[in-house]
């Protein structure tokens, strides 16, 4: 059974730098890629960017000065980091997994105010 | 970026009756593999979003026939032949094609 939990800090102060984890069950990251998608309250999904299987990525040109994605593959589990946060981070922020948005994670709401 | 155009931004639908939407890419969305990336996802009030149809017209395990995915290129189409009340939510394409992936604005299913 797959499983994607997200996981960090549900307030962060403007400027901070934002983590939060994502961990797998069921399927291995050497065997498939893991996204990581946005949703700020009552909009659309954004997507943020991806590790790849072999451990490449690409990130969404809007926020590539600013993210980063990476995993320890022993703990089946991707990392985000987004640094510079403002208001307008404030979203849910999913990881997904398997091929192309199979598998969802339940979500994380970060909230970004002083 | 490939931008995804859908329509209608909200459909109102009575139980038991078809609903379409539709998707238009900016681009071509043929992969170099001859693919066609296109995906279609459900995300009921409250909850994540759920794939329902990916490669364009293949249904994920455990969702209906009802649902059906067509198109090509630019230009495709989700219908519902009979809608029941478990399909309400904000219908969304995604295309994993052309990086960054991108999504539709979203359409929202309602009861009539």
């Known amino acids: 059974q797959v499983q994607l939990k997200e996981s960090g800090p549900g307030l962060v102060q403007p400027s901070q730098t934002l983590s939060l984890t994502c961990t797998v069950s069921?399927?291995?990251?050497?065997?498939?890629?893991v996204h990581w998608v946005r949703q700020p309250p009552g909009k659309g999904l954004e997507w943020m960017g991806r590790?790849?299987?072999?451990?490449?990525?690409y990130y969404n040109s809007a926020l590539k000065s600013r993210l980063s994605i990476s995993r320890d593959t022993s703990k089946s589990q991707v990392f985000l980091k987004m640094n510079s946060l403002q208001t307008e981070d404030t979203a849910i922020y999913y990881c997904?997994?398997?091929?192309?948005?199979?598998?969802w994670g339940q979500g994380v709401m970060v909230t970004v105010s002083s | 970026d490939v931008v995804m155009t859908q329509t209608p931004v909200s459909l109102s639908v009575a139980i038991g009756q078809p609903a379409s939407i539709s998707c238009k890419s900016s681009?071509?969305?043929?992969?170099?593999?001859?693919?066609?990336?296109l995906n279609w996802l459900l995300q009921r009030p409250g909850q994540s979003p759920k794939r329902l149809i990916y490669?364009?017209?293949k249904l994920d395990s455990g969702i209906p026939d009802r649902f059906s995915g067509s198109g090509s290129e630019t230009d495709f189409t989700l219908k519902i032949s009979r809608v029941e009340a478990d399909d309400l939510g904000v219908y969304y394409c995604l295309q994993g094609t052309h990086f960054p992936y991108t999504f539709g604005a979203g359409t929202k299913l309602e009861l009539k």
């Open positions: 490669l364009v017209s």
């Open positions: 590790m790849k299987y072999d451990g490449d990525t």
């Open positions: 069921g399927f291995s990251l050497m065997d498939y890629s």
């Open positions: 997904t997994g398997g091929t192309t948005a199979h598998y």
């Open positions: 681009q071509s969305l043929v992969g170099t593999s001859g693919k066609t990336y």
